[in-house]
């Protein structure tokens, strides 16, 4: 499998983005290992929009690695959606799927990359709980519905969602190792050997 993982780790304010890009590197040496071919983007290192949609157009699969700011997707990795996405046009979606004739159905349809899968790997300091559980912070709507307008932007382009990975606490109660091992299972059973 030819899987593209893009790295939404960045500096900001009091985080280095250590753990995204540990949480990277592992998905990077666990895909390897596993036999999968694997290309790399890391957001705050720059990136040639045209590149990113061949990049794209290579993959069977694409892993997004980013934490949670501010209830959903970092600003960097929202402006690497829209600077390549849009750059796309014509290859990674042909429109919005939507006919001249009946302007009201099938928009979100356009999408050029059928076929092929996604899939989110979050890190938050907020615990489980504030997910899952009714009465908590996101009222029990779970962590695909916290990124529903993520999941949104690539079901347009025609890609299938694979399981999301969480990691929660990062900040109040770590534990990178635990992290780590988890994402490693993740990967192995979601993905598995090529």
């Known amino acids: 499998m030819k899987i593209l993982l893009i790295n939404g780790a960045q ?3 009091h ?3 250590l753990l ?3 949480l990277h590197k592992t998905a990077v040496k666990v895909l390897l290992e596993l036999g999968h071919q694997v290309k790399e983007t890391h957001i705050e290192q720059g990136y040639n929009e045209t590149e990113e949609v061949e990049k794209i157009l290579w993959a ?3 892993i997004y690695q980013m934490a949670g700011w501010w209830m959903g997707t970092p600003w960097k990795v929202k402006r690497y959606m829209d600077d390549v996405y849009t750059m796309g046009a014509g290859q990674l979606y042909k429109d919005d799927g939507r006919t001249r004739s009946d302007p009201k159905k099938q ?3 356009g999408g ?3 076929g092929r899968r996604y899939m989110l790997s979050v890190t938050w300091n907020a615990p489980l709980e504030a997910f899952n559980e009714f ?7 779970g962590v695909d519905g916290v990124y529903f307008a993520f999941h949104k932007s690539q079901q347009f382009l025609g890609l299938s969602a694979l399981p999301t990975f969480m990691a929660n606490d990062v ?11 988890n994402y490693q299972a993740h990967l192995t059973t979601t993905l598995g050997s090529a």
């Open 112 to 114: 050029m990359l059928q």
């Open 171 to 181: 900040i109040k109660a770590p534990h990178v190792d635990d992290y780590i091992a």
């Open 107 to 109: 928009y979100g349809t």
């Open 60 to 62: 069977d699969t694409i």
């Open 20 to 22: 995204n890009t540990t």
């Open 135 to 141: 009465g908590d912070f996101f009222d029990g709507r």
């Open 11 to 13: 500096e900001f304010a």
């Open 15 to 17: 985080s280095g983005g």
